[in-house]
């Protein structure tokens, strides 16, 4: 599991490199550019709840997330944003009653 929470945290830098790149262009509409910001910000929150040992621990209730639902959506923040999530996806990303 070690050796995954490095690459997630590589690819969270990598992603967020990226994103900061493309919201410096001229070409992206402001309110793109506003979503951008808004992921970059997801990014840098779940970077520094790996830094500080709370990545993949609910904000609202405390419990442990689910590792495999992070290794899909590493800036989830909440048990509860799984149910969110899942209404914006044709496919449910999991079958359990979690955050409920």
């Given at each position: 599991?070690?050796?995954?929470?490095?690459?997630?945290?590589?690819?969270?830098r990598?992603?967020?490199?990226?994103?900061?790149?493309?919201?410096?262009?001229?070409?992206?509409?402001?309110?793109?550019?506003?979503?951008?910001?808004?992921?970059?910000?997801?990014?840098?929150?779940?970077?520094?709840?790996?830094?500080?040992?709370?990545?993949?621990?609910?904000?609202?209730s405390?419990?442990?997330?689910?590792?495999?639902?992070?290794?899909?959506?590493?800036?989830?923040?909440?048990?509860?944003?799984?149910?969110?999530?899942?209404?914006?996806?044709?496919?449910?990303?999991?079958?359990?009653?979690?955050?409920?």
């Amino acid at each position: 599991m070690e050796n995954q929470l490095h690459e997630i945290y590589a690819e969270l830098r990598k992603m967020k490199a990226e994103l900061e790149e493309k919201c410096s262009g001229k070409e992206v509409n402001d309110l793109i550019k506003e979503f951008i910001q808004e992921e970059i910000h997801d990014i840098e929150h779940a970077l520094k709840k790996m830094e500080t040992g709370d990545f993949g621990i609910c904000e609202i209730s405390g419990e442990i997330i689910p590792f495999h639902y992070l290794t899909l959506i590493p800036t989830l923040k909440s048990a509860k944003d799984l149910k969110s999530i899942e209404r914006y996806y044709k496919k449910p990303i999991y079958s359990s009653s979690i955050g409920e």
